[in-house]
């Protein structure tokens, strides 16, 4: 899972599938980590799914977790402010 240190913290890429039965991380793929989440792809309501997963996960507030790349695709960076790469691979695994 590629996980890279910024100046405010850390990106990740993630490969997003939507219309899932439950929202979960469920591996890595290409080298990324792969979340489902169970909303649709529609109105931004997967990206926002996905931010409040990896909030709650994260245990960071939803301001500190934003999109960089990838909105409209499956395969998207997500940027995290105020968390080190060990600490954010520390608790997705955990969450595996």
Known sequence: ?????????????VRVIPRAKK?????????AILIRVAAPPVDDAANDALIEF???T?????????????????LK???VDGATPD????????DS
């Open 77 to 79: 960076r997500i940027a």
């Open 23 to 31: 929202t979960a991380i469920d591996g890595v793929r290409d080298n």
């Open 54 to 56: 990896l909030s709650k």
């Open 58 to 74: 994260l245990r960071l507030p939803r301001r500190s977790i934003r999109i960089v790349s990838g909105a409209r695709g499956r």
């Open 1 to 13: 899972m590629k996980i890279t240190a910024t100046r405010t913290g850390a990106e990740i890429d």
């Open 87 to 94: 600490q954010i691979r520390s608790k997705l695994k955990a």
